[in-house]
């Protein structure tokens, strides 16, 4: 029986050794797995904040781009105004009207008609011709009457 052990304890030993060693690197390896883990879930974090802050530098950029597009484009279009007094005579009375009239316009190319606003200046009663047989068109009194109807509220 003891020569059965001799032969069978190196197998024994060899076979425990073996189990230990397998442990240890095992532990080893999951050790080692753990840390690779921790690295790659800070690299995705580092990758994912790196994306983020791309991102918004992409957005930031076309926003800035967009600004500076609208600010050239502004920059082309005018306004184009002019005025003129514009004098009539209806029923003896005398109107003066200040016509102001714009446009909008890319550079030189225009973009609409013009736009026209009248704005009323003066109204007075205007001399009247009288006819050949020496009677008036219209009395003074009544040119008084119709001025002061008109600007009766």
Same mark, same amino acid.
């Given at each position: 029986?003891?020569?059965?052990?001799? $032969?069978?304890? &190196? $197998?024994?030993?060899?076979?425990?050794?073996?189990?230990?060693?397998?442990?240890?690197?095992?532990?080893?390896?999951?050790?080692?797995?753990?840390?690779? !883990?921790?690295?790659?879930?800070? /690299?995705?974090?580092?990758?994912? +904040?790196?994306? #983020?802050?791309?991102?918004?530098?992409?957005?930031?950029?076309? *926003?800035?781009? !967009? !600004?500076? *597009?609208?600010?050239? $484009?502004?920059?082309?279009?005018?306004?184009?105004? @002019? +005025?003129?007094? !514009? =004098?009539? #005579?209806?029923?003896?009375?005398?109107?003066?009207?200040?016509?102001?009239?714009? =446009?909008?316009? $890319? =550079?030189?190319?225009?973009?609409?008609?013009?736009?026209?606003?009248?704005?009323?200046?003066?109204?007075?009663?205007?001399?009247?011709?009288?006819?050949?047989?020496?009677?008036?068109?219209?009395? #003074?009194?009544?040119? @008084?009457? /119709?001025?002061?109807?008109?600007?009766? &509220?």
């Amino acid at each position: 029986m003891a020569e059965v052990l001799w $032969f069978v304890f &190196p $197998f024994v030993v060899a076979l425990g050794s073996g189990v230990l060693s397998f442990i240890v690197a095992h532990a080893r390896m999951e050790v080692t797995t753990a840390r690779q !883990r921790e690295e790659l879930v800070e /690299a995705r974090a580092s990758i994912a +904040h790196h994306h #983020k802050a791309t991102e918004e530098k992409i957005k930031a950029a076309e *926003a800035e781009a !967009r !600004r500076k *597009a609208l600010d050239e $484009f502004l920059a082309d279009v005018k306004v184009e105004e @002019r +005025h003129y007094v !514009r =004098r009539f #005579k209806r029923l003896g009375l005398e109107q003066k009207t200040l016509v102001l009239q714009e =446009r909008i316009c $890319f =550079r030189n190319i225009p973009l609409c008609q013009w736009i026209e606003r009248e704005l009323p200046v003066e109204e007075t009663a205007a001399s009247l011709p009288e006819a050949d047989s020496g009677t008036a068109y219209l009395a #003074k009194s009544s040119i @008084r009457a /119709a001025i002061a109807s008109r600007n009766a &509220p």
